[in-house]
């Protein structure tokens, strides 16, 4: 009994012809955690350093930290995010639903096209202006809506139907994907107007509409999704159907309150009514936040069942869910602030969510659930089984830098020199450390696991011996 085998997920590739039916189709997630990773460590987070070091040592490059802060927040949101959670939610969607996944031709297509975008758009935008530049802007955008209407069609074929078992998850899932298609069109859009108008980056209002839906319409419907389906498991929380799917309707109308009124002002002009539909839209965003919070169990467990193995992971997953409590009290103060005057937030108020919710609960989720749902690092408790302390370490290190992100935009007019963008650098630095660690934990155990004999009963004895 001793040496019976040890049941875990097999991470070594299958040839391909074990791909042929669709029954057994399993979605190839490993390659959007390495786009996703890829994107986020050579892309976003080394674009926030750069913008944040030309902030800090002011140097003068012109429009260029506006526009690499635009790349940024796309390189992030929907490069990181997206392919990350959406990636993970491919190969859960068929267990989640009890229905394999469909149009899985279209799967290879979605890495290509999504971040063949944001690398295009990347490169175009800081060009200086001309043919090339508007060429690889509109392609850039077109891709980005084929790559986004893929995504979209095997979200809502595989999970939006009725005989789904995947329960209030399909409604977050099914929004969160037309969510992503809608932002896909509205980018379009943008950047139509930037090459019309020969402009250096996109109108403010417009783009801070645009980054509103691609975060709170897009990625944050796949946190909340994972989140109140996985997470209740470890909390001993019941998964209440009605409750939750209230919940993600209100989501998207929040979301797309505050889209429309911040589209109309930047269209019409201002306009007391579109600010307050819009703040409205906060409110209700805020209330989604804590309800989220609320049914995951993280703070109300009714048991704990989290592996002893998994406990330091899992405080990953403590600090999330505390950061998207956090981003629903700045919501809540901006938005009754911002009704009560008739105005919209100002922009470092939206900064401030912005990268609460981005690096406090996305990226923090999404290294907090790796750990605990990957078959990589369930194969890495038995490998590695002495890393607690290297995982708290990270989770500290990943809250400092939340921290120290938010610092400066909550503070707002109040601190205005380029000192505060100092913080920012450390932010980022942390950033990049941590999430580089995670990258480099994932693929050693990927490497490792892909030799044929790790799992065997035999090579049992030598793991216990290096677990002692
Ligand atoms: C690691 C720490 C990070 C640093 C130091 C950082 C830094 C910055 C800076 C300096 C800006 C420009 C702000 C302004 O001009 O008001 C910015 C904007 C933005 N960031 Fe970050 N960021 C970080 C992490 C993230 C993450 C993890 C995400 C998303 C997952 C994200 C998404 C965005 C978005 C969407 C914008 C707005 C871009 C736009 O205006 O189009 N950031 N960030």
Not at 123 to 151: I, K, M, T, Y
Not at 263 to 286: C, D, E, K, M, P
Not at 361 to 380: D, H, N
Not at 442 to 454: A, H, L, M, T, V
Request: with cysteine; hydrophobic share 55%; net charge positive.
């Amino acid at each position: 009994m001793a040496d019976a085998p040890i049941a875990l997920t097999d991470v070594t590739p299958r040839p391909r012809h074990e791909h042929a039916t669709r029954r057994e189709y399993d979605a190839p997630y490993r390659w959007f955690i390495g786009a996703a990773l890829s994107l986020a460590l050579f892309g976003g987070f080394a674009l926030a350093l750069a913008v944040a070091l030309a902030g800090a040592f002011e140097w003068d490059w012109g429009a260029r930290p506006l526009q690499l802060s635009q790349a940024h927040g796309q390189l992030q949101l929907i490069g990181f995010g997206g392919l990350f959670t959406g990636g993970v939610a491919f190969r859960l969607m068929p267990r989640f639903s009890g229905h394999p996944l469909r149009l899985t031709p279209l799967v290879r297509f979605v890495i290509p096209l999504v971040g063949g975008s944001l690398i295009l758009r990347a490169l175009a935008e800081p060009a200086s202006d001309g043919a090339l530049r508007d060429a690889g802007l509109l392609v850039s955008a077109g891709l980005l809506v084929v790559g986004a209407g893929a995504f979209a069609a095997i979200v809502l074929r595989t999970i939006a139907r009725p005989d789904t078992r995947a329960e209030a998850t399909a409604y977050f899932f099914s929004l969160g994907s037309v969510g992503f298609f809608a932002a896909s069109i509205l980018n379009f859009a943008l950047v139509v107007e930037v090459v019309n108008d020969s402009l250096q980056v996109a109108p403010t209002l417009k783009q801070s509409a645009l980054v509103f839906v691609e975060q709170y319409g897009f990625t944050l419907f796949f946190i909340c999704g994972i989140g109140t389906r996985a997470v209740p498991n470890f909390t001993g929380r019941p998964r209440p159907y009605t409750s939750t799917r209230v919940i993600a309707v209100a989501l998207a109308a929040g979301v797309a309150l505050f889209a429309c009124g911040a589209l109309w002002i930047a269209h019409q002009g201002v306009s007391g009514t579109a600010a307050r539909a819009a703040n409205a839209g906060l409110l209700l965003i805020s209330a989604s936040l804590i309800s989220v919070a609320w049914l995951s169990g993280v703070f109300n467990p009714s048991a704990d069942r989290v592996a002893t193995a998994s406990g330091a992971p899992f405080w990953f997953v403590r600090s999330a869910f505390a950061w998207m409590v956090f981003t629903a009290a700045l919501l809540a103060w901006y938005g009754a602030r911002g009704f009560a005057d008739a105005a919209l937030p100002e922009a470092h108020a939206l900064d401030a969510a912005r990268h609460t919710l981005a690096l406090g609960v996305l990226t923090v989720m999404i290294m907090g659930m790796g750990m605990m749902i990957l078959p990589e690092f369930a194969g890495r408790r038995l490998q590695h089984p002495n890393e607690d302390a290297l995982v708290i370490v990270l989770v500290v290190v990943m809250n400092i830098a939340v921290v120290m992100r938010i610092w400066p935009s909550i503070e707002g007019i109040g601190w205005l020199g380029n000192t505060r963008y100092w913080p920012m650098v450390i932010s980022g630095t942390l950033a990049t450390v941590g999430l580089a660690s995670f990258a480099a934990m994932f693929f050693q155990s990927y490497f490792e696991q892909r030799d044929p004999g790790w799992a065997r009963p035999q090579n049992l004895p030598a793991r216990r011996a290096a677990r002692r």
